[in-house]
């Protein structure tokens, strides 16, 4: 039962610019997380916001959680070349027991 | 460093073989996942298991096998049953259940000679 669903699929901004990804999910979860990965390798974990937060931070990583909704978003700031990355939502979701859900991903491309 | 190691980092399979992936990790996790990425897609989750010798099928568990004998280690076998094996294989653990964000290796790129 995939749920995580990123929009958009592909985003290329300049260097220096912002970019902002949403995900949007359909059942109750207890937490929602954000994940990158570079091309031909594992994921990595950058932020994890619960079901009771409504905005996170993590240096240049805003992650907001809307539940009314069953949305959240992630903002990089100043965007860097490096950022240039893959990246997923993954939801746990309350039934469906002790796994994570992931979506399809962003792919970010940073130019510059 | 702490970390998970996947091996090999690219594995080929002949038609009615079998293949093991392996996965082994010093984090001290007691949960551990393998997951299957196709081109474009997001993970799949395959099997996993949140405690030595427990394990539980993920959504696509046909065609596969795991086992769990030492905390450290959750290897995969793809079996001939198996019918489109070709994608990019992720092992991930976890301190414990699905909550806990995941740590995972560099994957396993499997394809079919």
């Known amino acids: 039962s995939q749920q995580g669903e990123e929009d958009p699929q592909a985003l290329s901004i300049q260097e220096g610019e912002n970019a902002t990804m949403n995900c949007s999910y359909k059942?109750?979860?207890?937490?929602l997380q954000w994940y990158r990965q570079n091309s031909g390798r594992g994921l990595v974990h950058l932020i994890l916001?619960?079901?009771?937060?409504r905005e996170k931070h993590s240096g240049r990583l805003r992650v907001t959680l809307d539940t009314s909704k069953k949305s959240s978003s992630l903002l990089i700031t100043a965007s860097r070349a490096a950022d240039t990355a893959s990246y997923f939502c993954a939801t746990d979701e309350r039934e469906y027991g002790n796994k994570l859900v992931f979506g399809a991903g962003t792919i970010l491309r940073v130019k510059s | 460093d702490g970390g998970i190691t996947q091996s090999p980092k690219y594995l080929f399979r002949k038609e009615g073989q079998n293949v093991t992936l392996s996965c082994e990790q010093n984090?001290?996790?007691?949960?551990m996942y393998w997951y299957r990425q196709d081109p474009g897609q997001g993970l799949r989750l395959i099997y996993y298991?949140?405690?030595?010798?427990?394990?539980q099928k993920g959504d696509i568990a046909e065609g596969y096998s795991v086992s769990r004998e030492k905390k450290e280690s959750f290897p995969l076998t793809v079996t001939s049953a198996q019918k489109n094996p070709t994608a990019f294989y992720l092992c991930?653990?976890?301190?414990?259940?699905?909550?806990?964000?995941?740590?995972f290796g560099d994957g396993t790129r499997l394809s079919i000679l």
């Open positions: 991930a653990s976890s301190m414990m259940t699905g909550r806990q964000p995941q740590h």
């Open positions: 984090l001290n996790h007691d949960a």
């Open positions: 059942t109750s979860i207890n937490n």
């Open positions: 916001i619960r079901s009771n937060e």
């Open positions: 298991s949140q405690i030595v010798n427990d394990f």
